[in-house]
């Protein structure tokens, strides 16, 4: 019998937050913002263990009380603004790995999403299963602008920020002739330890592409939570999006 694989999901909560303060705490539509993302993490049928990385005591507190492990404090160095999930992950895992723990994929759950179908991270986790080259695998959506039409400013003057190989004037042709271009929206990512530790990477050199549409939402200002709130509770309520968006590069 093939043996089933070992998936940690890891959800990174620090205490400190400026733009919204205390926001893995903030209630929204009556449950602390983490608990959902622990909430995804124990729904999910492939992940065999749910960790929070936290400095904080109160956010360890309420991770237990929905069922997370939080079998370590975060260090300080790795819990400042600048800190990067690089140095949140490699603690993570050398920490683990030293009490006899490798998981063989590492499911990275952002706590400020709150809106997630199980299933596609069931999904997210399967294609990487079946996938032993690739090093990780990024949630991505189609960008609403793109990049070969912006610009920097150096001095005085502007110069395109991107340019395409064959076509030194990309910022002027119609955009359905520019290839599409996709920004990564946190949904889900995944990540092998041997990439984290051995190459000192959250990505790696070959990564899957894991296309999710629609709007994701999340709180990163405070502007931003009643539409959050609102999309909770729709959620709860197995309700759609109104007018889901679906990102194009439109004329």
Not at 226 to 234: D, H, I, M, Q
Request: aromatic residues 6%; charged residues 25%.
């Amino acid at each position: 019998m093939t043996k089933k694989a070992e998936v940690l999901a890891l959800i990174p909560a620090r205490g400190g937050s400026k733009s919204v303060p205390r926001k893995n705490l903030l209630e929204v539509a009556g449950r602390p913002l983490i608990a959902y993302s622990i909430g995804h993490a124990r729904d999910c049928s492939l992940v065999t263990r749910t960790i929070v990385s936290t400095d904080d005591d109160e956010i360890a507190e309420v991770s237990r009380r929905f069922g997370a492990e939080v079998p370590f404090r975060r260090p300080a160095e790795a819990a400042t603004d600048t800190a990067t999930d690089l140095q949140v992950f490699r603690h993570a895992l050398l920490y683990l790995q030293e009490r006899g723990y490798m998981p063989d994929l590492v499911v990275h759950l952002r706590p400020t999403g709150p809106v997630r179908d199980v299933h596609l991270i069931e999904r997210a986790i399967n294609l990487m299963l079946r996938h032993p080259e690739a090093d990780s695998l990024r949630a991505i959506g189609l960008a609403e602008q793109t990049p070969y039409k912006m610009w920097r400013i150096e001095g005085l003057y502007l110069q395109q920020a991107l340019t395409l190989e064959g076509f030194p004037e990309s910022h002027s042709m119609p955009r359905q002739k520019l290839p599409a271009v996709y920004h990564q929206n946190g949904y889900v990512d995944i990540v092998r330890p041997r990439t984290v530790i051995e190459m000192d990477s959250m990505a790696g050199q070959t990564v899957l592409p894991f296309v999710v549409e629609g709007k994701i939402h999340e709180l990163d200002y405070p502007e931003q939570i009643p539409a959050l709130a609102a999309a909770v509770e729709r959620w709860q309520r197995g309700e759609p999006d109104p007018d889901p968006e679906k990102h194009r590069h439109s004329a």
